[in-house]
């Protein structure tokens, strides 16, 4: 039994979580979806036709009709988020659902996952997600790692929900750089086995609060495998929580890497302004530009002979992003108590600030 009708779900007021309309009289589909509801964490509203109170159909953020009474709903306000539940066997379904102007007809059992998703997003509120932008360097010791919690640094200063994540598992561990290494909270390890849907809020609240941001990091204990779905699932929750997702990023590609490729807005390749540094990062933005639509060169001094920044993003084909300033934080990422970026007025610190004002404004969200 099942069909849907989806696009984009109608945000609720502020952000806030809402709750999913379920219109049927259908006693075996009624069944089906409550319980896909309580496996997404949402308490549906229900009803046997459109509601009598006023608002109710047209504030919902998603609306489940079942085909029983598809045509009690025709004379309904059209809108997103409607889904219809119908035996996959009738072709009319689809004819009933775009006379109630469904934007997606689902198949359930084969759809309960998506569905589930979509319910989950409901109940979570979900908005606008995260920018995410991975931060790689053309090189080792590029500074990729210190320019990562730089920015996360920055984005909480400029009251951005942030959530830092250490892509690499040989770095060491960013919670170190952020000299919280024994900061309670979840690291990677224990997201190893997740499968299907991690909650953004849950994932939140497990993680390290580090310097106002919340650090996704490795432990010291032995190395972990973690399979690319729950990378994938990992970073998901993230995104789905608004604000910015920095990804600190090791220089191999694998199938867990990968999938944070696929979910960045945009990647800054770290090179420093000397030719063999030019000549690894070539390398690295072949591999990472294959993946990643928007792949910016930040260029690291002192500068060889001959160079500059612009000649150096010239020499990769790649967009310039602008100059990584050389303050200590970015020579001795280890040598203090501050973490990079903690002083506002740093050349760092001011870096980062107009990366974040010209990439926030560029994706829409200022």
């Known amino acids: 039994m099942t069909g849907a009708v989806t696009q984009d779900l109608p945000p609720t007021a502020g952000g806030r979580p809402g709750r999913p309309l379920i219109v049927t009289e259908d006693v075996d589909l009624l069944d089906d979806l409550l319980r896909l509801c309580a496996a997404a964490g949402a308490t549906p509203e229900v009803h046997h036709s459109v509601p009598e ?14 085909d029983d009474v598809a045509r009690r709903v025709r004379g309904a306000a059209r809108r997103r988020g409607v889904v219809l539940g119908r035996d996959q066997d009738d072709s009319g379904v689809w004819q009933r659902a775009v006379e109630i102007g469904a934007d997606h007809v689902l198949m359930l059992p084969d759809g ?66 952020l000299g919280g290494e024994s900061a309670e909270g979840l690291r990677w390890p224990a997201f190893a086995a997740s499968r299907g849907r991690v909650g ?44 910015t997702v920095v990804v600190d990023l090791p220089r191999r590609i694998d199938d867990g890497v990968a999938e944070v490729l696929a979910q960045l807005d945009l990647a800054l390749l770290v090179v420093p302004a000397e030719l063999r540094a030019i000549a690894a990062g070539s390398r690295v933005a072949s591999a990472v530009g294959m993946v990643v639509r928007d792949l910016r060169v930040a260029v690291r001094g002192p500068y060889a002979p001959g160079l500059d920044d612009n000649e150096v993003a ?19 990422p280890d040598g203090g108590k501050a973490p990079p970026g903690a002083t506002a007025r740093g050349p760092l610190a ?17």
Request: aromatic share 4%; with cysteine.
């Open 53 to 66: 109170q006023r608002g109710s159909w047209e504030s919902a953020p998603l609306v489940l009709v079942g």
């Open 112 to 177: 309960e996952q998506w569905l589930v998703d979509r319910i989950a997003d409901v109940a979570e509120g979900v908005g606008r997600p995260a920018l995410t932008v991975g931060v790689i360097g053309g090189r080792g010791g590029a500074g990729a790692s210190t320019l990562a919690c730089a920015l996360a640094v920055t984005s909480v200063r400029e009251g951005l929900r942030t959530l830092l994540v250490d892509g690499d598992p040989l770095g060491g561990g960013l919670d170190v750089l």
């Open 200 to 243: 953004g809020g849950a994932l939140e609240e497990s993680l390290p609060r580090l310097h106002s941001l919340r650090v996704l990091s490795w432990d010291r204990g032995d190395c972990v495998a973690v399979a690319p779905q729950a990378v994938r699932a990992v970073l998901a929750a993230a995104r789905r929580r608004g604000g």
């Open 314 to 332: 010239a020499l990769l084909g790649l967009p310039l992003a602008g100059e990584v300033p050389v303050e200590s934080g970015l020579l001795r």
């Open 350 to 366: 001011r870096f980062c600030k107009e990366f974040w004002e010209k990439a926030l404004t560029e994706a829409g969200t200022t």
